[in-house]
């Protein structure tokens, strides 16, 4: 196939970025479902490249972040508060989070074997024998 010309790269650049800005997409492959672009045009003119579609679609995903966050914040959903804490937190209170959810895995540890709770009863056993 043949190269595009300067000029059809720059309209099918402002028609992606248009159709990008219009739809709120957030990834380059949504751009064929809302314009009349396809898949081998936008490789042919290499458009994946432009910096300019990058950006607007980078843009895109700055403000959907934003928007949920909003939401987030807003919400009385507990799962949705501690994900926003978990992207807000400092390091020290991520590693508070973490370390609280190891001491609960070490809680989970410390039970006993049926072995060993077995010889902790005899053990107990033989202490009130002796208490007389």
Do not use: H
Not at 51 to 77: C, M, P, V
């Amino acid at each position: 196939m043949k190269a595009i010309s300067k000029a059809k790269f720059k309209k099918l650049e402002k028609n992606c970025i248009e159709t990008i800005i219009e739809n709120n997409i957030v990834f380059m492959d949504e751009i064929f479902i809302f314009s009349d672009i396809t898949p081998s045009l936008f490789e042919l003119a290499n458009l994946k490249e432009s910096q300019q579609i990058l950006d607007t679609l980078e843009i895109n995903r700055a403000k959907l972040k934003r928007d949920l966050r909003i939401k987030w914040f807003e919400s009385t959903n507990a799962t949705l508060n501690a994900a926003l804490y978990k992207l807000i937190c400092t390091e020290e209170e991520r590693r508070n989070l973490s370390a609280s959810a190891a001491s609960k895995q070490a809680q989970v540890s410390e039970i006993c074997t049926q072995e060993e709770y077995l010889k902790s009863l005899k053990e107990m056993g033989e202490g009130l024998d002796n208490a007389d």
